[in-house]
């Protein structure tokens, strides 16, 4: 089973200990919702938590397997697109996870694309308040707090 078959299946299980097994220590995520990436296996780890609860009937609903340029250095790496649905707030969310392994088969990089803008905003508002209700990132008191 490939990492990206053992990816979605955890995330299938909601099994948030294998989702963080598959990852690198030194993770980079980037999110549809803010600038920069979200870092490392612990924030990484926690922001998947917040959205296994914020989902509603999430669903893979397909997986390619090519190369492609990482975001940190732009060199080519192993990589898997797997498309998915899902609900938030009552928007109707259509997507892609981008995931970049590094040589021993682990997710170094991930990148989430979501569309319509929407549901974007649903989603940033939903995620957003579960950050802060995990304590892992301050209470806004700014316009930008996914800066």
Same mark, same amino acid.
């Given at each position: 089973?490939?990492?990206?078959?053992?990816?979605?299946?955890?995330?299938?299980?909601?099994?948030?200990?294998?989702?963080?097994?598959?990852?690198?220590?030194?993770?980079? #995520?980037?999110?549809?919702?803010?600038?920069?990436?979200? +870092?490392?296996?612990? /924030? @990484?780890?926690? *922001?998947f938590g917040v959205l296994l609860r914020t989902?509603?009937?999430?669903?893979?609903?397909?997986?390619?397997?090519?190369?492609?340029?990482?975001?940190?250095?732009g060199t080519e790496t192993p990589s898997a697109v797997l498309t998915f649905?899902?609900?938030?707030?009552?928007?109707?969310?259509?997507?892609?996870?981008? #995931?970049?392994?590094?040589?021993?088969?682990?997710?170094? +990089?991930?990148?989430? /694309? @979501?569309?319509? *803008?929407?549901?974007?905003?649903?989603?940033?508002?939903?995620?957003?308040?579960?950050?802060?209700?995990?304590?892992?990132?301050?209470?806004?008191?700014?316009?930008?707090?996914?800066?």
């Open positions: 089973m490939t990492t990206a078959e053992r990816f979605r299946a955890a995330v299938d299980s909601r099994d948030l200990a294998a989702m963080a097994a598959l990852v690198t220590d030194d993770v980079r #995520l980037y999110s549809p919702l803010k600038f920069r990436p979200f +870092e490392g296996k612990p /924030m @990484v780890t926690g *922001l989902f509603e009937d999430f669903r893979y609903t397909g997986h390619h397997d090519g190369v492609c340029e990482t975001g940190a250095d649905r899902a609900t938030v707030g009552g928007k109707q969310i259509h997507g892609i996870d981008l #995931l970049h392994f590094d040589g021993d088969g682990k997710v170094k +990089e991930l990148s989430v /694309m @979501v569309r319509p *803008l929407s549901a974007v905003q649903a989603l940033g508002e939903a995620v957003l308040a579960g950050l802060v209700a995990d304590g892992l990132v301050p209470a806004p008191a700014g316009t930008a707090p996914l800066d």
